[in-house]
């Protein structure tokens, strides 16, 4: 299938920046479509950003405006640049590929990163 693996995440103050990577290995032929989602402890997952292979975007309300995804399809790399960040934004981030596997799409996800942000 489809390995992922995240770097980017760190600690960083209200208002910074970071951009996290997500690069990927094996069938990339067959992505349909990469995410990046977020999770804190005790809650679900969220998605955060996704991004077709024809460049299509969309993102979820609390990051509009601040976060932006983006794709190298060269190296199979999706990053997520995040700006004015808020202590909300802490959770552990994850890279996920949807991949094409016959007559189904599967998901496929990275171990995660982490980020926090301080007050």
């Known amino acids: 299938q489809v390995q992922l693996v995240e770097s980017g995440g760190g600690l960083v103050q209200a208002g910074g920046s970071l951009r996290l990577s997500c690069s990927a290995s094996g069938r990339t032929a067959n992505i349909a479509a990469m995410a990046w989602y977020r999770q804190t402890p005790g809650n679900e997952r969220e998605l955060v950003a996704c991004?077709?292979?024809?460049?299509?975007?969309n993102y979820t309300n609390s990051v509009k405006g601040r976060f932006t995804i983006s794709r190298n399809k060269a190296s199979d790399t999706v990053y997520l640049q995040m700006s004015a960040l808020k202590p909300d934004d802490t959770a552990v981030y994850y890279c996920n590929a949807k991949v094409n596997d016959g007559p189904t799409r599967v998901d496929c996800w990275g171990k995660g990163t982490p980020v926090t942000v301080s007050s």
């Open positions: 991004i077709t292979l024809v460049g299509s975007t």
